[in-house]
């Protein structure tokens, strides 16, 4: 199920605006890889062209490879949306559809995309709310709007709603970031538990949180205002954080700039 | 609060206190009584016999004393304040004044002949000269011509609005937005005269329901396509985001996410623009030609409308055909109130839920 992410030579584009220059990294799957670097970076944007989520925002398009497995996601003949329910992504504010329940927000991907039997709904709303967490806290009240939950909870449905949809790799940007230190405990020994079964990919301004949650940490940074971002270094995320390679990851570590 | 009060205009630049004279909590109360009589008075003064005249005069010298008051008692900023808060109260009535009376006025007068005979009756063989007969046959062309328009305009103006949110880019959507703005300002006997020599002249239809209908169509088109358009852009893109990355196509999270979170808003904007188009006579005059008996067929042979009704009961000029009219208007208004209010009911129904 999970799988393994092969990116070579990838630049992404925004209209004219080179946003990531010519990045190549391997993510392996079953394992937690950050993503860390200075605001501007790129990271974002390189998270969301591995699920091909760039293409939405008005001229952003791509150069390079992005393997998954054996398949080019950028191949000709593929389509995004099925890219999509492969690359499955929590946001960085929690976005639970506002006209939907607790249950109609976990089972929105499959019902939105169509194919699915009633009996089989009730199944993977109640696996994917317990595979994030969240099943005890809202099994007493599923139909009630899911935006009537904490901020936390809101995040762990998106999580739910994201895994419900079976992908094979889940991407996580900031998904801490406008959560409590409570819930964001929460959510990260989700994330540790999820990468049994998942290939995951987080976005992180968190440098503890990098250093917690993940097994691979990559260092994105740019060379200024205006340039695109580059992928400096990825390595296990003890080696980042102890002994890294390059002087501007240490540096940056080490709280010496940025 | 009370020693330097008067001394210290300007707040307490000086003084090193926070406190400041303010006017008692019952004063704005107390000067709106003073100010009516003393409008009263002015009014009887110069000879003046109606209350609305007087209603004028005390609404100035409300606002004149508010002000001097504040600004005597309080000080400038807050005399200021005192000066804004009381135009607005002031406009505030002067909006709702006129409003309030053409319904007292309708309701006034349209209740006398305004019962089931009245609702259930056309005016098919009745001495206009006489009272008697209903609006039966106008309440029926009211409904089926909007109606109709609405089917014509809501599918048309909902899709360009969610072309021009969701897909336009570049010269096209701009185009477009540019004739929707111009398709505002058309009047309406525009639109009739243009659906006149279209539709009757060149094509040969002859005058029915439906060729009213098509105009009013033409008017409640741009009305729907601007409402629908701005609620679509209170969507959030999160929401779209969240259900593209689960692998949701394009035309499905409009479909299903895009769509139902903006449905209130998008239905109070459908009901107003239905609201508007059910008063218009002009186009009915000109296609729909006005008839005195029941056609339930829009497609077909003259019919009547409301507005149209009342243009002709009150042309007739007598006292019967005038209660007529005003029976005519009232049901009129009641059907727009009613409209709007089954078009908040809607909006309060369907609205994104935050409660627990």
């Known amino acids: 199920m999970a799988k393994r992410i092969d990116v070579s030579g990838l630049t992404a584009y925004y209209g004219s605006h080179k946003a990531i220059e010519d990045i190549s990294m391997t993510v392996e799957p079953r394992s937690v890889t950050a993503f860390i670097g200075p605001s501007g970076c790129g990271k974002s944007t390189f998270l969301r062209t591995l699920n091909r989520m760039h293409e939405v925002t008005p001229g952003g398009r791509v150069e390079g490879k992005v393997m998954l497995d054996d398949e080019n996601l950028y191949g000709s003949g593929v389509d995004p949306v099925s890219v999509r329910r492969t690359v499955g992504m929590v946001f960085q504010r929690p976005n639970p559809f506002p006209t939907m329940s607790i249950f109609e927000n976990v089972a929105a991907g499959l019902k939105l995309n169509g194919s699915y039997k009633k009996s089989e709904l009730e199944n993977v709303v109640e696996k994917s709310l317990k595979g994030a967490n969240l099943w005890n806290e809202v099994k007493d009240r599923l139909n009630k709007p899911g935006a009537g939950l904490s901020g936390g909870q809101q995040q762990r449905l998106c999580i739910a709603r994201a895994i419900a949809v079976e992908p094979a790799v889940l991407l996580m940007d900031e998904p801490c970031s406008a959560l409590d230190p409570i819930s964001t405990l929460a959510i990260e020994d989700l994330i540790g538990e999820l990468k049994e079964r998942f290939t995951i990919v987080i976005v992180t301004h968190n440098m503890q949180q990098a250093a917690r949650v993940s097994d691979r940490t990559a260092f994105f940074n740019l060379a200024g205002v205006g340039q695109p971002g580059k992928l400096i270094e990825i390595d296990e995320t003890e080696r980042i954080f102890s002994n890294p390679s390059v002087q501007a990851t240490e540096d940056y570590i080490s709280g010496r700039f940025g | ?356």
Request: glycine share 10%; charged share 15%.
């Open chain 2, 1 to 356: 609060m009370s020693s330097n009060a008067v001394v210290d205009k300007g707040g307490s630049r000086h003084g090193s206190s926070l406190q400041q004279a303010r006017l008692p909590r019952w004063a704005p109360y107390a000067l709106v009584v003073v100010s009516l009589a003393l409008g009263a008075g002015i009014g009887t003064a110069l000879g003046m016999d109606s209350p609305f005249q007087w209603g004028l005069f005390a609404a100035l010298v409300f606002i004149v004393a508010s002000y001097v008051l504040g600004a005597v008692v309080e000080g400038g900023r807050q005399a200021r304040d005192r000066l804004a808060t009381s135009l607005v109260w002031v406009c505030f009535l002067l909006a709702v004044v006129p409003l309030l009376s053409l319904i007292w006025e309708t309701v006034d007068r349209g209740r006398t002949v305004l019962d089931g005979y009245f609702l259930g009756h056309s005016m098919e063989g009745v001495q206009t000269i006489l009272p008697g007969g209903g609006a039966y046959h106008a309440i029926i062309g009211t409904l089926e011509q909007v109606g109709l328009a609405a089917l014509i305009a809501v599918p048309i103006g909902l899709l360009t609005a969610i072309y021009l949110v969701e897909y336009g880019r570049g010269k096209l959507a701009k185009a477009v937005t540019f004739f929707v703005d111009v398709m505002t300002g058309i009047p309406s006997i525009v639109a009739g005269l243009f659906i006149l020599s279209f539709w009757i002249i060149i094509l040969g239809f002859s005058y029915s329901g439906f060729a009213g209908a098509m105009a009013l169509a033409i008017l409640m088109m741009p009305i729907v396509v601007r409402s629908t358009e701005e609620m679509l852009k209170l969507v959030p893109d999160e929401l779209r985001e969240a259900s593209l990355a689960l692998g949701v196509p394009k035309w499905r999270t409009i479909l299903k996410v895009v769509l139902p979170t903006a449905i209130g808003g998008i239905t109070t904007g459908v009901m107003l623009a239905v609201a508007r188009v059910a008063g218009e006579s002009a186009p009915i005059v000109l296609l729909v030609f006005g008839a005195t008996g029941i056609n339930n067929n829009p497609f077909e042979g003259a019919q009547s409308s409301l507005p149209y009704y009342i243009y002709e009961q009150w042309q007739l000029g007598n006292e019967a055909s005038f209660n007529r009219a005003w029976a005519a208007a009232l049901v009129l208004i009641a059907f727009v109130m009613i409209l709007n209010l089954v078009a908040r009911g809607i909006a309060r129904w369907k609205a994104p839920k935050s409660g627990r």
